[in-house]
């Protein structure tokens, strides 16, 4: 017994050693000789992105998390269904939903123009989403890059990885625990719905069935979707919802969060004192967030000779 209990520790060890190594792999420097142009042209594809669309710095971070959520950042999210896989973009939470892959398709074009063959699209995902949450008024991170391109995408993984917004608290938790990803990330990241909006869809059960929800907000979202569901969208943070503030958290505190999985972090119970201090504190939810997204975007990177440098993102060369 005694031995197996040091065997579990040994292992255990050898696997939080591991997920470091690989983490650490990642360098702010990694192109600097190869790509010294980079941060440049993509900086320049988000904003001039934005400047066509405003909510689009909310897609593009999306996207980033719903790649890193299934087997890792490794660009997976782009690649089109073959006849060997089927592939992200038709999972539940991105059919109609994940946007911002021509964003992504334009920036990596010029990229590739500058320097061929050597960004990978996992990378520029994780770039792009950071240069949106900064241009929108949010803090700044520092992007380890290096991570390479998968070589195939799973429709299923996708599924079973990527957090419903039926989701109770216990439930989300589990979700971020699985990636690696603390209550503190949990509560901290969910603060990324301040920007964007949701559609009808995803929070007809909350205005309609649920408890925790103001009854004006309730009765005014009521009166745009419908039971059944339709196709309009609504700001996850109806105040702001193009800039990157922590107004989101005051919205939870008045009951007026959009989805249920965002009234669930402020309902009674664990995460209620985080929702309150981020409510207050700009500067705590700014410097946990950047923490959350580092670690969020580290999550499972292919390095060294495994995957591929994809020169086009949406399929394997
Ligand atoms: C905690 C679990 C989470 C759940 C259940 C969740 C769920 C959702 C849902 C249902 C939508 C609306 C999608 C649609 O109707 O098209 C959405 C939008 C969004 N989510 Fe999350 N999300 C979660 C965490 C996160 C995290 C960690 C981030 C980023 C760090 C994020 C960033 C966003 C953004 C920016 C949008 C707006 C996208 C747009 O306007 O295009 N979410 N989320
Ligand atoms: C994705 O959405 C389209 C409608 O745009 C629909 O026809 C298709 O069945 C959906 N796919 C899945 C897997 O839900
Ligand atoms: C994934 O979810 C979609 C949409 O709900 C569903 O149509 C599809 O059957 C699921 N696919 C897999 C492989 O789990
Ligand atoms: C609300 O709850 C009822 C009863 O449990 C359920 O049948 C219905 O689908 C729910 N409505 C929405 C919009 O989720
Ligand atoms: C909040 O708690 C109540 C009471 O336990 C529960 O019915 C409800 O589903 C919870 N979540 C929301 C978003 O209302």
Redesign the pocket.
């Known amino acids: 017994m005694a031995s197996y209990h040091f065997l579990l520790l040994v292992l255990v060890v050898a696997a939080r050693i591991y997920e470091t190594e690989a983490a650490n792999k990642l360098s702010t420097n990694f192109y600097s000789c190869n790509c010294p142009k980079l941060l440049p042209i993509v900086k320049k594809g988000v904003k001039k992105a934005i400047g066509n669309e405003a909510?689009i710095g909310?897609?593009l971070?999306?996207l980033h998390?719903h790649d890193c959520f299934v087997n890792g950042c490794d660009a997976s999210i782009l690649l089109d269904d073959t006849r060997n896989f089927v592939g992200e973009k038709t999972a539940a939470a991105n059919n109609n939903?994940a946007?911002g892959f021509n964003v992504i398709k334009d920036i990596k074009a010029n990229v590739e123009k500058e320097c061929p063959g050597v960004v990978s699209c996992a990378d520029i995902l994780a770039l792009a989403a950071q240069y949106s949450v900064v241009y929108l008024g949010g803090p700044s991170w520092e992007v380890g890059l290096g991570r390479r391109d998968s070589t195939t995408a799973s429709r299923s993984d996708a599924n079973n990885s990527i957090?419903?917004?039926f989701?109770s608290l216990t439930a989300?938790i589990k979700n971020f625990a699985n990636q690696g990803l603390s209550v503190k990330d949990?509560v901290a990241?969910?603060g990324?719905?301040t920007?964007?909006?949701?559609?009808c869809r995803?929070f007809a059960g909350h205005i309609y069935n649920d408890s925790s929800i103001d009854a004006s907000y309730a009765k005014f979202l009521q009166s745009k979707c419908p039971r059944s569901g339709n196709d309009i969208?609504e700001p996850?943070d109806y105040q702001t919802p193009i800039h990157f503030d922590n107004l989101y958290y005051k919205n939870l505190l008045n009951k007026k969060a959009l989805?249920h999985?965002d009234q669930e972090l402020f309902n009674g119970s664990s995460t209620d004192n985080l929702v309150k201090k981020y409510a207050t504190d700009t500067a705590a939810f700014f410097k946990d967030f950047a923490q959350g997204?580092v670690k969020?975007s580290s999550i499972k990177p292919l390095t060294g000779s495994k995957g591929q440098i994809r020169i086009n993102c949406e399929k394997v060369n």
């Open positions: 909510r909310a897609s971070l999306r998390f939903s946007r957090p419903g917004p989701l989300l949990l990241l969910s990324a719905h920007i964007g909006l949701a559609s995803t969208h996850l989805l999985s997204m969020l």
